[in-house]
């Protein structure tokens, strides 16, 4: 009797073990996150080391989540649109990866987050500036950081028009990015009381901007906002200082990196723009990440770098808090989730549209004088805060799917 | 639209126009000469903005030395070019050399991005070149002046080279017909080799007086590369006095254009080239040989 008992309980026993062990989920497949980014194209030089800030904040992370080590893969789109959805496809499909993040240029970007919709995936963007993204064009799945074309343009645009003048005359880059700019600086400047001159529209890539610099000049205002980039913002630059117009007015730019100065010598001199951080900045673990990046690269991190570091070590976070990396779970865990760290102190992912806002700094170009330490070539003139540097998100445009 | 603006606008014409002018004047007489359009011109062009920048960032910080050493520098990597590079495909179609020199400034071009990186490097007026000058009319910023100076004296100098020398008498006879020089006994590899030098130094030389006043980056000869060629299709292929004509008329076009119509500044030129084809097929001192 007793050993028949005996035999009932081992099959019993040995039976649940069976099925604990058929039904138990297979095993985890570990997390991987991509980065997507400009490695060879025009904006290589500032966003191809974005894949190395990743990769340091997943290091610093512990190289784990949920126990489990966490995959790291890396595309270079070219800055080219088609491009970037080809490969956000692959990466999405063929790769499997759980999250994508960066990928400048707008359309690139724009073309990235339909994607992550299409597949349910999480997109979160750093490089690229359109307000689409957060605004007409939000999804669930796409989370935008750092910055937005209307932080860049409203944050110093209210501080030009209350520090520095309230005339100004505006050259434009012809294309979408310069005409978005273009508004949000007059609209900032409208608020503030103040006029606007006259505008230049200037096609992409113009290399003589000396008429364009003598129109400006003779309209004699106390601000010159140049809303472009890259080679165009340097050669720009360059004429306006042959035409001696820094010694009339001040010149403002709509983006602008420690890259960009150190390429272009004192062009840049005198000159403000937004900023979404500094690398002299005293945020929770910004001193340790500079250090960290000069050991390995010989120079300072630019803010895109930083704001990629930022956003894979909040997005790690998030896995961690969902206890999953399943993405609906995760993007709960981030929306209108509050932190503070290297980037944002404090800084908030807004639930309603998707845009992680911090404070926007006002940089001003050092006089090559100045220049103590190599790099250190910014100085923070003014801080304002995410309530004034980003649009309301009643505002945006932005409805946001509730899908469960 | 005061007339101060004017003036003062084709006087940038003028001064893009020189740049068309050193840069187009290398194109014409290699393409006569060896029969192809070269493509690593505007690499040529990039290559002298940066020499002068190593020069006086790394060597002595003096423009001057830069202006004279530079296109002494690229002219003999013209030739090297020349005797190591194009000198083994004569003999095939002149297709593959072309091939060959649109090879060689991408290879140039990412040699520049590799050592250099790609955002470009620092490049100021020199100090005694800053600041303006009273024109009595307008006010002008003195290194352009100076830029229209250079130019035009080197125009002189080429042309006076190729028309009262013997050795340019052999590049325009080269020019017109390479088999007959041959022909006629006189050693054309060696010729060839001055003529890539030389277009190379005038690239070279455009490329210092360009530095100041451009952004210095790996990329910046591409975008003149192709308007010298609607220069050079203009003027004629081939032709020198075509060149200097031609690329007057082009930076006067473009400057004119931007005061008129600035949304399409940059594209009234192919304009202008595909009507100036239309009455003229041949350019403007073009000759027949090349085109029928």
Redesign the interface.
Known sequence: MERKCYAILTICLLSIAFFLLVNAPAVAEPLKISVLTDMSGPYAGITGANVEAAKMAIADFGGKVLGEPVEFVYRDHMCKPDVANQKAKELYEKEQVDVIFDCPNSAAGLAVANQAKIHKKLFINVGSGTTRLTGPDCNRYTFKWAYNDYMLATAVGLWAAENLGKKWYTITADYAWGHDLLHHFSEALKAKGGTLLGNEMVALGTSDFSPYIIKAMNAKPDVLVLLNAGKDAVNSTKQANEFGLKNKLKIIHALMFIEDIKASGDVFAGDYVTGAWYWKSDNPGSKEFVEKWKKQFNKPPNWMNAATYSAVTQYLKAVERAKTKDALPVVKALEGHEFRDLLANPGKIRAEDHMEVGNAYILKAKQPGEIKEDWDFFEVVGIIPPGKAYQDPKETGCKMEKTE | M?LQ?VL??LF?GL??GSLYVLLALGLSIIFGMLGIINFAHGAFFMLGAYAAYTITAYVIPDFWLALVCVPVLMAIFGAFCEMVLFRRLYELPSLYIMLLTFGLMLVLQDAVRLLF?????????PKSLT??VNLGFMYY?S??LFLIVVTSLTACAVWLFLSKTKLGCIIRAGTDNPKMLEALGIDISKTMTLVVGLGAGLAGLAGVLAA????V?PL?GM??LVDCFVVVVIGGMGSLGGSVVGGLIVGQI??IG??VW??M??TLIYFFMAAFLLVRPRGLFGREAFHE
């Open positions: 005061n603006f003062m606008q940038n001064i893009l990186g790609s955002m470009g490097v620092p490049f100021s007026t600041g303006m910023p290194y352009r100041p006043i451009q952004n980056r910046m975008d003149l473009i400057a931007v005061m600035p949304p500044a940059n």
